[in-house]
């Protein structure tokens, strides 16, 4: 079976690996992208599609919520899951999440086994 790819947008190298560590260790294929621009190119570019995107929000050229935003203007990632990991916790930070179209909010620091069972319950 292959493997399902995972794309996470993040503008720290250290949050990008610490994440990457946990999807490789749990099976997933992981892309990585250094902000919203970045991960739609990613993204766009291509050839075997990413299952999921697991995306900070603070980050230069293109934030989290605006890459969320472009992603569910498109048809094809309309339905694609979104995980927010981010370093706000305000209730106001989640709504504008979740309005952006985010399925889930996780608050930094990250609980590996957290986030481990939200994307297996979002890819099941
Ligand atoms: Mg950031």
Do not use: W
Request: aromatic letters at 6%; proline letters at 5%; glycine letters at 4%.
């Amino acid at each position: 079976m292959a493997r399902s790819i995972v794309l996470i947008a993040d503008d720290s190298e250290m949050i990008r690996n610490f994440h990457s560590y946990i999807l490789k260790s749990a099976g997933y294929d992981v892309l990585t992208a250094v902000d919203g621009a970045d991960a739609l190119e990613k993204i766009y570019g291509c050839s075997e599609q990413p299952v999921m995107v697991i995306t900070d929000i603070n980050m230069p050229n293109m934030d989290g919520y605006t890459l969320i935003e472009r992603l569910r203007e498109v048809p094809e990632y309309e339905d694609m899951p979104i995980i927010i990991v981010s370093t706000e916790e305000e209730l106001k930070d989640k709504e504008k999440g979740f309005e952006a179209g985010a399925n889930i909010y996780i608050v930094k620091p990250t609980d590996p086994e957290i986030l481990l069972e939200n994307i297996r319950m979002l890819l099941s």
